[in-house]
């Protein structure tokens, strides 16, 4: 049996060899792939945010495994190739300032079959801030993609408490995003979830620096900002002891991860997922 660490990166590395040769001929120089659970996030590319002893450098391209289960395999797929195309700009474009999607992005993307839209749908803007993009019918990249899994390629590791997230976004008039149409765990199912899917931990939050092209969960691209409504939990200092908490206060999550202190024994319901506050062990 393969090792399920050396199985699941090995299909990512795969999948981003097979999408280097088809989409930007081989061009690209390689990436080190990590895992980021981020409920804001699906993706990210960082540049030469990796380095060996020997001062080799290499980029980054993050992806979020609790959407794996729950977004068709051509989507996940399509993150992929749009932190690619983040890359390809890196390394043989003109990057932009930091987050900002431009012409030069935006015409790789549809060369490779990939639309950049604001809205994520037909007719959106295809530069700014924040960027969605949806898969071209006829493009290379769906061309590519089946060929891809006309093969033995699958991906096979799934987060066993995904995210669940609505097939189609709504926005409002000014484009902002409301979050309402996005499909979250049920109290039950966060109360039984593994403790780090229930709040964002420290490590997962943005970091500053070269990193470009974050696809969030809404779904759009941009840098995840950290919320001052979570509760984010960090490492103590260094020999310092972790304080007692002395408070009568209660930590409450609720099932969209929302986190807040309050007496004991209160019954509160989240306005943003329906359910109920339950106290953290």
């Not at 390689?30 to 699906?42: E, H, P, W, Y």
């Not at 987050?99 to 990939?114: C, I, N, P, R, T």
């Not at 899917?197 to 941009?222: C, F, I, K, N, R």
Request: glycine share 8%; proline share 7%.
């Amino acid at each position: 049996m393969t090792p399920p660490t050396q199985e699941h990166y090995g299909e990512l590395s795969h999948a981003y060899d097979f999408f280097n040769e088809r989409l930007f001929g081989g061009a690209l120089p390689g990436c080190l792939f990590t895992l980021q659970r981020n409920s804001r996030s699906m993706g990210y590319f960082s540049h030469e945010r990796f380095v060996k002893r020997d001062n080799i450098r290499t980029d980054e391209i993050a992806l979020n495994p609790e959407y794996f289960a729950t977004r068709p395999v051509e989507d996940v797929l399509s993150t992929l190739a749009h932190e690619q195309v983040h890359q390809w700009q890196q390394h043989f474009g003109t990057p932009p300032r930091r987050g900002y999607h431009d012409q030069e992005f935006a015409a790789k993307m549809q060369a490779v079959g990939l639309m950049p839209s604001h809205t994520g749908t037909p007719g959106g803007k295809t530069t700014g801030e924040k960027m969605s993009h949806y898969i071209l019918p006829d493009g290379l990249f769906i061309r590519a993609c089946k060929e891809l899994l006309q093969s033995s390629f699958g991906i096979v590791w799934y987060d066993r408490f995904p995210v669940q997230t609505a097939k189609e976004y709504e926005f409002a008039a000014d484009t902002t995003v409301r979050i309402s149409p996005i499909s979250v765990p049920s109290p039950a199912q966060a109360e039984n979830a593994p403790e780090e899917t229930l709040e964002m931990e420290a490590s997962q939050a943005y970091a500053p620096g070269s990193d470009a092209g974050v696809e969030s969960a809404v779904p759009l691209y941009s840098a995840p900002p950290i919320e001052s409504g979570l509760d984010v939990e960090r490492p103590a200092t260094a020999g310092a002891a972790k304080k007692a908490n002395t408070s009568n206060r209660t930590k409450y999550v609720c099932g969209c991860k929302t986190a807040i202190w309050a007496k004991s024994g209160i019954k509160v319901r989240c306005e943003a997922c329906n359910g109920l506050f339950v106290a953290a062990a």
